[in-house]
């Protein structure tokens, strides 16, 4: 079995697992209970934050834990939302579902939405977002790295830009960053960033929320205190514990890992450019190094997946989160990608477990596959 939908989710880590299944066992008080039990989870997670916050460079009360990426986009844009009745939202055409969601419903309740248009690499410029910016813009949401086309945004000259209009705050979406693209919150000047478990070998269920000034944000939710407020609810102590291991991990590889993942991204990529009627979505510069994009026009992307799949090849159509739309990829047309290029787009994913020999293997069977696909479809 090949796994390259890491994108997805990568397989949880054996220490990882271990570990989870130790705190699981042995501290599960609720955190805010006042015995002895509650307070050994408590430490767990100060632990846990402390851990984080040495990561990212701030304070641990800056650190909200949520269930996953998904809750923390939507704490932060929501909750920025809340804050301003009549305000302005600016994204962008390229967003994960977990924005661009947001940012519908939102305009559904009347708030204003622009949506910058991103180019064919699916990137976007500070000065496309300055030329967004009104009197009563009160947030810039976008993700670091484009999950689907692995494209990187400048996030740190949005940042710069930001800085002139401090009414604003600067939400970034690192899901499909962390450990795989460096990013720096205070050169950036990110007031929000989001975070998640799974992507990293740790495990489904635990995300992380870094806000600069928490009573910026209105809750989602009522009814406990957990999280300053923002996120009540009990802690997955296990769960962030677990987290917290996964993060230490890949920070102590973290480096040699992104070159070397680079280094199969350019090695899967030389291979299959010659394919007749392959065409690589991935821009050649400014990507992540675990991403890798392709269409064939003609032939379904499910129909590509499919025929890996009967090999034991596992990669994506799209971002998990839309795949079952049965819909082309939203990003890729909102990249202005033909239609016939999102239909027909695959998303090659690696992590740090991948190995050149398994980047081989897939180039060698989409060799074989696409032309017989074709064949087929009378390309």
Sequence with gaps: MIYLDNSATTR???????????????????????HTL??????????????????????????????????????????????????????TTVEHASIYENARALEAQGFEVTYVQADEDGRV???????????????????????????VQPIAEIGALLQRYPQIKFHVDAVQSLAKVPFSLKEANIDMLSLSAHKIHGLKGTGLLFVNNPA????????????????????????????????????SQ????????????????????????????????????????VSIPGIKAE?????LGQRQIYVSTQSACSTKTGKPSRVLLGAMKPRTVAESAIRISFSFATTSEEVEACGEALKQIIPELQEVVGK
């Excluded at 220490?15 to 066992?25: G, I, S």
């Excluded at 910026?216 to 407020?229: C, I, K, P, W």
């Excluded at 129909?303 to 025929?307: E, P, S």
């Design 125 to 151: 410029t500070s000065k496309a977002i300055e030329s967004a910016i009104r009197p009563n813009t009160v947030l810039v949401t976008l993700g670091h790295v484009q999950g689907e086309l692995g494209t």
């Design 216 to 251: 910026t944000l209105e809750s989602l939710l009522y009814g406990g205190g957990q999280e300053q407020r923002l996120r009540p609810g009990t802690e997955n102590t296990a769960g962030i514990a677990a987290f917290a291991k996964a993060l230490g991990l890949m920070e």
């Design 12 to 34: 949880p880590h054996p220490d990882v697992l271990a570990l989870y299944t130790k705190m699981a066992a042995d501290y599960f008080g609720n955190a805010s209970s006042l």
């Design 38 to 91: 509650g307070m050994e989870a408590e430490q767990v997670l100060d632990h846990a934050r402390k851990r984080f916050a040495a990561y990212l460079n701030c304070m641990p009360n800056q650190l909200i834990f949520t269930s996953g990426g998904t809750e923390a986009n939507a704490v932060a844009i929501q909750g920025t939302a809340k804050k301003h009745a009549n305000g302005h939202l600016i994204t």
């Design 254 to 293: 973290e480096q040699k890992q992104q070159q070397r993942l680079l280094a199969l991204n350019d090695m899967l990529r030389a291979k299959l450019e010659p394919i007749e009627g392959l065409i690589v979505n991935t821009p050649t510069s400014g990507y992540a190094p675990h991403i890798l994009n």
């Design 303 to 307: 129909v590509l997946v499919q025929a």
